[in-house]
Structure formats: structure tokens, C-alpha cells
């Protein structure tokens, strides 16, 4: 485990916590909204399996090909699932001993739903609200290393496996974007809006709860 500088101010290490603090929360809403969309896809194929005994031939060749596509959005996610997982694993045991945050039930309850709703919806609201996730955490992960840079001395462990998650929550967004297959609709652009706009939310408090 990486130990925090003893040559830093207590703000100093007071900074470097609260950013630990909301990035683990973060990374655990991380897993668990995968967990949410595999639950939903597991329900999702169960629903697609009595449907398929009662509908003719002809739709059914169609609900295969929709199969197939849901297969993709299960390969996405349990590949991403284990990313996350990995993250988490660095916040826990490979950075400085930090307090974590009072809420994680809350942020495991908001992650699980992130992830089921939009799968029940479908793939493109699935990988739109992926997307914007990310696109959130990326910008997240940029201001927390231009914080810690500030910092003096610069615990430099903590900053590059911040850069290292932030780079693989980079290849998540840009994976999300080009899984869609059509253009997000106003509704959907309302709904990321909601995401972004709740992840904000959830970081301020994770610092301070």
C-alpha cells in the first residue's frame, strides 16, 4: 500500500483523502452499474426465450438477430465489469489509507440503477448513458490531476494510477460511442443530461460524507 508523504501539510493530505474519498465511490458506482445492466440483460433474455416459443419462424430469425446484438451488450459488460473491478481493487489496496465514504449504499443503489434501466430500454440507451458516464468521468479524473499536481509535493503513485483509470475510462467512453447504432434522441439527451448532473451531485458529497 502507498503511503501519503510525511512532508505534506495536513490540507495537503486533507485534499489528497477527499479525492480518494469520491473516486472510490465513484469506482464502486463503476461496478455496480455493470452489475445492474448484466442483471437486466439476464432478465432480458429470459423474457426473449418465452417469446421466441410463442411467435412464428419468420420472427423468429428476427429475434435472433436481436439476440445477437444483446449478446454484444453482454460481452461489453462483463468486459467492463472487470475493468471496474480492477479499479476498485487499486482504491482499496494499492493507494494511501483513506477514509471511505459513509454513503456506499447509496452510490452501489444509484450505480445498480444507472446500469438497469437503460438496458431494459435498449442497446442505444444503454451505451448513451455509458457514454455519458464517462464522459463525466474523464473530465472528473483531468480536475482531480491538475489538483493533486498542485500539490506539494506531488504524491505522484496516487497521480498516475488516477491517469492510468482515467485512460481506461477514456477507451469505455469512446467503446460506448461507437456501439451506438443511431443518434441519441432528445429524450435520451435529457435523461445523460440527468446522469451528468447526478454524478456531480454524488462527487461533492462522497467528499464530504
Not at 442483471?39 to 430469425?61: E, H, Q, Y
Not at 449504499?105 to 448513451?128: E, K
Not at 455509458?130 to 480536475?143: L, W
Request: proline share 4%; with cysteine.
Amino acid at each position: 500500500m502507498s503511503i501519503i508523504s510525511k512532508a505534506m501539510t495536513n490540507n495537503s493530505i486533507s485534499l489528497v483523502d477527499k479525492e480518494l474519498r469520491a473516486s472510490h465511490a465513484g469506482e464502486t458506482g463503476a461496478v455496480w452499474i455493470y452489475r445492474g445492466a448484466l442483471t437486466a440483460d439476464f432478465l432480458v433474455s429470459i423474457v426473449a426465450g418465452l417469446w421466441a416459443k410463442l411467435t412464428p419462424p419468420r420472427l423468429n430469425r428476427q429475434e435472433d438477430e436481436k439476440q445477437k446484438r444483446d449478446d454484444n451488450m453482454s460481452s461489453f459488460a462483463s468486459e467492463h465489469l472487470a475493468t471496474e473491478k480492477s479499479h476498485l481493487d487499486i482504491f482499496e489496496n494499492h493507494m494511501p489509507p483513506f477514509r471511505g465514504s459513509y454513503m456506499l449504499l447509496l452510490w452501489m443503489v444509484a450505480g445498480f440503477m444507472t446500469g438497469f434501466l437503460p438496458r431494459i430500454l435498449g442497446r442505444n440507451w444503454f451505451f448513451y448513458t455509458i457514454y455519458c458516464v464517462e464522459c463525466f468521468v474523464d473530465e472528473h479524473y483531468e480536475e482531480q490531476c491538475g489538483l493533486l499536481e498542485s500539490v506539494e509535493p506531488t504524491p505522484f503513485d496516487v497521480l498516475e494510477k488516477f491517469r492510468r483509470c482515467q485512460s481506461d475510462e477514456q477507451s469505455h467512453r469512446d467503446e460506448a460511442y461507437n456501439a451506438m447504432t443511431t443518434a441519441p434522441t432528445s429524450v435520451m439527451k435529457l435523461w445523460g443530461n440527468m446522469v451528468g448532473k447526478g454524478s456531480a451531485i454524488a462527487v461533492v458529497m462522497a467528499k464530504k460524507i
